[in-house]
């Protein structure tokens, strides 16, 4: 397959935990990465791999994967979390790229 | 610190060829695919292609017509030319580094070219 899905807009409470969904075939044959985009910036990796998080991203950050969904949860979200989260991995022939279409994050 | 810097121009005509660079500095250029994303204003990301230090290349297969990507080992530096492009083809551009393991992850990111589309 090669799609990946994600819901297009979710909201948390300050302080509160949020998880973030991206389903497709292609998760069952290779892990999630997961980026946040702020506007007019550059996506940031937050979250690649079974669940390891580049140096600097704080450990509020997680990730985890079941069958063919990976999730991205932020355990006590910060107004700085508010941004766009993209996840993506290989399809499943492993030679392209896909992109999830993205959720927008709002913290309230 | 690995730093990847854009370079190439961001305003064209339609059917022109878009023709953009990125530079590496700061890592190793081998042992990495190096990629193009692409995101038009107000949407989501889109792979292009990919390309590695010996020149093996893997193309999104809705673009591989129009797309070339190529790499200058050189200069530690790779390339993407875009031909024939529309209105469709406005976005900002994005070289990123992906490391071929685990979840593929790209892991270091070019600031982005905002490439405009106008006659």
């Known amino acids: 397959s090669s799609e990946l899905t994600q819901d297009p807009a979710v909201s948390v409470a300050l302080g509160q935990t949020v998880r973030i969904t991206c389903q497709g075939d292609?998760?069952?044959?290779?892990?999630a990465s997961w980026y946040q985009q702020k506007p007019g910036q550059a996506p940031v990796l937050v979250i690649y791999?079974?669940?390891n998080r580049p140096s600097g991203i704080p450990d509020r950050f997680s990730g985890s994967s079941s069958g063919n969904t990976a999730s991205l949860t932020i355990t006590g979200a910060q107004a700085e979390d508010e941004a766009d989260y993209y996840c993506?991995?290989?399809?499943?022939?492993?030679?392209?790229?896909?992109f999830g279409g993205g959720t927008k994050l709002t913290v309230l | 610190q690995v730093q990847l810097q854009q370079g190439g121009a961001g305003l064209l005509k339609p059917s022109e060829t878009l023709s953009l660079t990125c530079a590496v500095y700061g890592g190793p250029f081998s042992g990495y695919y190096w990629n193009w994303i692409r995101q038009p204003p107000g949407k989501g990301l889109e792979w292009i292609g990919e390309i590695n230090h010996s020149g093996s290349i893997n193309y999104n297969p809705s673009l591989k017509s129009r797309v070339t990507i190529s790499v200058d080992t050189s200069k530690n530096q790779f390339s993407l030319k875009l031909s024939s492009v529309t209105a469709a083809d406005m976005a900002v551009y994005y070289c990123?580094?992906?490391?071929?393991?685990?979840?593929?992850?790209?892991?270091?990111w070019g600031p982005g070219t905002l490439v405009t589309v106008s006659s």
């Open positions: 791999g079974k669940n």
């Open positions: 990123a580094r992906v490391a071929r393991s685990g979840s593929y992850p790209f892991d270091y």
């Open positions: 292609s998760l069952r044959s290779y892990d």
């Open positions: 993506n991995s290989r399809d499943s022939s492993g030679n392209h790229v896909i």
